[in-house]
T-cell receptor
Framework: AQSVAQPEDQVNVAEGNPLTVKCTYSVSGNPYLFWYVQYPNRGLQFLLK??????LVKGSYGFEAEFNKSQTSFHLKKPSALVSDSALYFCAVRDGIYNQGGKLIFGQGTELSVKP | DSGVTQTPKHLITATGQRVTLRCSPR?????VYWYQQSLDQGLQFLIQ???????AKGNILERFSAQQFPDLHSELNLSSLELGDSALYFCASSVGSGGSTDTQYFGPGTRLTVL
């Protein structure tokens, strides 16, 4: 079965430092991977996705993610964190099983806290 | 703003009652998805409709049902409500039927509280 794991419940970084939010996946076919961010009392906002091609995917708000097939990982990164990046981040994989449409399977989320 | 709208924002009701959550997709999107977010279960896929037809089904309880109307808006009906149904319910939409290049855009959610 398809699954996604976010091994860290919380990540703390200082403003201006690089940040990494980790995600590993398990799929039976080609992985279609997504990152979303959720601010308090808001819906999920799409950041970026990996479908195929370059292993480094660039997304919104300066975020990027590195796809690593051998390590089955899709870590979210940003070179310089902002206080406004503090939010809940979700990694998701699209279920590639036939007849499952666009069903997304989400990780448990990682709370990112950026301190001034 | 994703362009996906959901009403109401908040809903407080009692056990045993029935409620309807409404979702309007982004202009041009044909698929609507429903997800439930709770503290113990996380984000769970419930159901997807594509152009009026059910496309995929997840862990949706028999007490829950959904439909997509000809104007492409969707409603999620929750009946015989239990305390454990209290959660944030998200609607998302996408252009296609959920293929590999499809991106889902989420609405702000409806927070349901069952007392």
């Amino acid at each position: 079965a398809q699954s996604v794991a976010q091994p860290e419940d919380q990540v703390n970084v200082a403003e201006g430092n690089p940040l990494t939010v980790k995600c590993t996946y398990s799929v039976s076919g080609n992985p279609y991977l997504f990152w979303y961010v959720q601010y308090p009392n808001r819906g999920l906002q799409f950041l970026l996705k990996y479908i195929t091609g370059d292993n480094l995917v660039k997304g919104s708000y300066g975020f990027e993610a590195e796809f690593n097939k051998s390590q089955t990982s899709f870590h979210l990164k940003k070179p310089s964190a902002l206080v406004s990046d503090s939010a809940l981040y979700f990694c998701a994989v699209r279920d590639g099983i036939y007849n499952q449409g666009g069903k997304l399977i989400f990780g448990q989320g990682t709370e990112l806290s950026v301190k001034p | 703003d994703s362009g996906v709208t959901q009403t109401p924002k908040h809903l407080i009701t009692a056990t045993g009652q029935r409620v309807t959550l409404r979702c309007s997709p982004r202009s041009g999107d044909l698929s609507v998805y429903w997800y439930q977010q709770s503290l113990d279960q996380g984000l769970q896929f419930l159901i997807q409709y594509y152009n009026g037809e059910e496309r995929a089904k997840g862990n949706i309880l028999e007490r829950f049902s959904a439909q997509q109307f000809p104007d492409l808006h969707s409603e999620l009906n929750l009946s015989s409500l239990e305390l454990g149904d209290s959660a944030l319910y998200f609607c998302a939409s996408s252009v296609g039927s959920g293929g590999s290049t499809d991106t889902q855009y989420f609405g702000p959610g409806t927070r349901l509280t069952v007392l």
